[in-house]
């Protein structure tokens, strides 16, 4: 009897072909799930720097408003010795009326240093969360590069631990 040929070369090939295909999509489905990862990366990096510079010049504005207020609160311990010398009127009412109003301006004073600190709070935290921001997106393009998902998901990670600094620098 005859053998009957099966012409196993052209399946052999289609099969290559088809695999050949099917994983080239895959990494194509891979590598667009890492440009949209990374491209979120730097949006949240931009988010973070915009709103830590916010909070880096709301610092500095509000120590120059207590610098303003400590300079305003030494003018009156002067004003208040100038008038105790120069006037003939109670020195304890004098000494009394500035006084108090030097305590308001402590109060003030204080208050914007504590402001300008915690200001300063946020900007650091969010700092972080932009440097974490830009090495994830850093391993995001090596990850692709190299065509090794470990180190995207690693990017991941980091971008996680930015992601948990960008919420807390807004709170």
């Known amino acids: 009897?005859?053998?009957?040929?099966?012409?196993?070369?052209?399946?052999?090939?289609?099969?290559?072909?088809?695999?050949?295909e099917a994983t080239e999509r895959n990494e194509k489905k891979g590598m667009m799930g890492i440009a949209i990862s990374t491209a979120l990366m730097a949006v949240f990096a931009a988010l973070s720097s915009l709103i830590a510079g916010?909070?880096?010049?709301?610092?500095?504005?509000?120590?120059i408003h207590a610098s303003d207020q400590w300079a305003y609160y030494q003018a009156k311990g002067?004003?208040?010795?100038?008038?105790?010398l120069s006037s003939n009127a109670d020195k304890a009412v004098?000494?009394?009326?500035?006084?108090?109003?030097?305590?308001?301006?402590?109060t003030e004073a204080e208050k914007a240093e504590a402001e300008s600190h915690q200001h300063l709070e946020h900007h650091a935290i969010l700092a972080r969360a932009v440097t974490l921001f830009q090495i994830s997106i850093a391993i995001s393009a090596i990850a692709i590069l190299t065509r090794?998902?470990?180190?995207?998901?690693?990017?991941?990670?980091?971008?996680?631990?930015g992601l948990f600094f960008f919420i807390s620098g807004l709170f």
């Open 54 to 63: 916010h909070h880096s010049d709301e610092a500095v504005l509000e120590q």
């Open 1 to 20: 009897m005859e053998e009957i040929e099966v012409p196993t070369e052209h399946l052999h090939e289609t099969i290559g072909e088809r695999v050949e």
């Open 148 to 161: 090794k998902k470990i180190l995207w998901f690693i990017s991941l990670g980091i971008s996680c631990v």
């Open 78 to 84: 002067i004003k208040a010795e100038i008038q105790l």
């Open 94 to 106: 004098i000494q009394a009326k500035f006084k108090t109003e030097q305590a308001e301006i402590k």
